[in-house]
T-cell receptor, first 113, second 115 residues
Framework: AQSVTQLDSHVSVSEGTPVLLRCNYS??????LFWYVQHPNKGLQLLLK??????LVKGINGFEAEFKKSETSFHLTKPSAHMSDAAEYFCVVSERGYSTLTFGKGTMLLVSP | NAGVTQTPKFRILKIGQSMTLQCAQD?????MYWYRQDPGMGLKLIYY???????DKGEVPNGYNVSRSTTEDFPLRLELAAPSQTSVYFC??????????????FGPGTRLTVT
């Protein structure tokens, strides 16, 4: 069985400071991992994905995530937050090759000027 | 490509009414999905389909029905609407994969209120 835990429901940062959104996963086999972003009243957009290639994955808008098997983590980072990054972020896991995804409960990122 | 489209964007239903949420994709994806999103709960899978004529239950299927007669369309039917079905509904699609799990592409959502 697969599951994902997003460790913070809300994260607040100032514009220009680093962003860290934490995600731990549980998976019986080799997982595929994703981060999605949802801006207010919008659908979900893929930020990045890990599917067993390089453990450091780069995504859109300067975000990146590192797959750490020993820690069962897939934390999302960005060196410098921008106001437009304010949104809800979802960590998602799937057993590789499975057709369904399991979503975390989401982390709301608040960015202040 | 329009991607994944959903209609309507908003709907208010009275308790006991029925309705169909429409979903279509023009990417020739085999897999399609219906989710509901409630505040603080992430997305929960209602039903999914791996191809025309094939559907399966997700985590929260009660009160819903689906059909998949074409690759493009995947409507979600609500019978006897209840206040617990007040939610935002998202449709998604993805290419088929065996050794790889592909990302899903999401529609803009339908906000449903049952009163």
């Amino acid at each position: 069985a697969q599951s994902v835990t997003q460790l913070d429901s809300h994260v607040s940062v100032s514009e220009g400071t680093p962003v860290l959104l934490r995600c731990n996963y549980s998976s019986s086999y080799s997982p595929s991992l994703f981060w999605y972003v949802q801006h207010p009243n919008k659908g979900l957009q893929l930020l990045l994905k890990y599917t067993s290639a390089a453990t450091l994955v780069k995504g859109i808008n300067g975000f990146e995530a590192e797959f750490k098997k020993s820690e069962t983590s897939f934390h999302l980072t960005k060196p410098s937050a921008h106001m437009s990054d304010a949104a809800e972020y979802f960590c998602v896991v799937s057993e590789r090759g499975y057709s369904t995804l399991t979503f975390g409960k989401g982390t709301m990122l608040l960015v202040s000027p | 490509n329009a991607g994944v489209t959903q209609t309507p964007k908003f709907r208010i239903l009275k308790i006991g009414q029925s309705m169909t949420l429409q979903c279509a994709q023009d990417m020739n994806h085999n897999y399609m999905y219906w989710y509901r999103q409630d505040p603080g709960m992430g997305l929960k899978l209602i039903y999914y389909s791996v191809g025309a004529g094939i559907t399966d239950k997700g985590e929260v299927p009660n009160g819903y029905n689906v059909s998949r007669s074409t690759t493009e369309d995947f409507p979600l039917r609500l019978e006897l609407a209840a206040p617990s079905q007040t939610s935002v509904y998202f449709c998604a699609s993805s290419p088929a994969g065996t050794s790889v799990t592909y990302e899903q592409y999401f529609g803009p959502g339908t906000r449903l209120t049952v009163t």
